[in-house]
Nanobody, 117 residues
């Protein structure tokens, strides 16, 4: 139900925008998030946003560089990434949490982001 796009290979310092289209009625969405998983590492939450309020939070290492946003009309959630670093290299996943649920149960297929030094 989630389709991601926008990954790719970039150089350190470049920008990249990831987009996620949700096939879920907006009224059912509590929050959305972008996670990432690098080889040999655990998956971590990069940024999250509450659908109605727009309140967002970020992993410390991406604060000031990444911005999460949602378009309630289009049912999309984007992650704008700037000043990318090699350590940002990972597979990035979009996820949604439904109203009344305690965890993210809808996941995208993942999109690879590779940052070369």
């Amino acid at each position: 139900q989630l389709v991601e796009s926008g990954g790719g290979l970039v150089q350190a310092g470049d920008s990249l925008r990831l987009s996620c289209a949700a096939n879920l009625r907006a009224s059912l969405i509590l929050s959305a998030a972008w996670f990432r998983q690098a080889p040999g590492k655990e998956r971590e939450s990069v940024a999250s946003i509450y659908w109605n309020s727009g309140y967002s939070s970020y992993l410390d290492s991406v604060k000031g560089r990444f911005t999460i946003s949602r378009d309630s009309a289009a049912n999309t959630v984007d992650l704008q990434m700037s000043n990318l670093r090699p350590e940002d290299t990972a597979v990035y996943y979009c996820a949604l949490r439904r109203v009344g649920r305690s965890s993210f149960e809808y996941w995208g297929q993942g999109t690879q982001v590779t940052v070369s030094s």
